[in-house]
């Protein structure tokens, strides 16, 4: 099976594709955490801004692994739920509304964490590229998606090393255009296809945006 060595090394294979399009005005959008450190990498190659869409996923409480639904932080939080998850859960509206509201507060302490009060960087009218590390079953994904495009960005990209075909087929509508590297015809967990997939901390979040946001401004002061 081929593998990513880790998150930097599928970034660079990511960044290398997406230097060739020669995209508009883009915007880089990580989902953290597992996507930041490619999203960092895209990011550089493309010279674009770096930006973080807050999104969590909503495990089903007897097995928090299976993804129910997912929340996006914003005005008006976006919800995507799988439905034939919540019926053979037995999860009704109201008890994935109440388990939405623990991810949003989560979602409010990493914004707080990682972006320390800096506004978010505008993608209405812009070329906006979400980057993650690998798409298993695309609830996440799919949430991060539909609230990104609400605000009206000129073309919606999703970048991603490795991904199901399931869960891309059923996402395809939801974009202008996918960057997949990987599509194996048997999808494993995203973690078989890297040597290292050990969790991103919070941490290596907050060194990562320093990082771009030092470059950045040298770059504006050279």
């Known amino acids: 099976m081929d593998t990513f060595k880790d998150r930097t090394a599928a970034g660079r294979a990511l960044a290398q594709v997406l230097g060739a399009k020669r995209y508009i005005d883009p915007i880089v959008l990580a989902l953290p955490r597992g996507g930041v450190p490619l999203a ?30 997912a929340v996006v932080d914003g005005t008006h939080p976006e919800l995507v739920v799988n439905e034939t998850i919540a019926a053979h859960a037995g999860l009704s509206r109201q008890d994935i509304d109440q388990l939405a509201q623990v991810q949003l507060e989560e979602i409010k302490r990493r914004r707080a964490v990682y972006l320390k009060g800096k506004a978010s960087v505008q993608v209405k009218g812009r070329t906006v590229i979400i980057v993650d590390d690998g798409i298993a079953t695309g609830a996440t994904v799919r949430a991060a998606l539909r609230a990104v495009q609400r605000q009206k960005p000129w073309k919606l990209i999703l970048a991603v090393p490795v991904a199901s075909a399931e869960a891309l087929s059923e996402l395809r509508g939801e974009v202008d255009e996918i960057i997949c590297l990987m599509m194996p015809k048997v999808f494993y967990a995203i973690g078989a296809y890297y040597g290292d997939f050990k969790q991103v901390s919070d941490d290596e979040v907050i060194e990562l945006l320093a990082q771009i946001n030092r470059k950045s401004s040298d770059v504006a002061k050279a």
């Open 40 to 69: 960092v990498e895209v990011a550089q190659e493309l010279d674009a801004p770096l930006d973080l869409v807050m999104v969590r996923k909503i495990g089903v409480p007897s097995q928090p692994e299976v993804a129910v639904a």
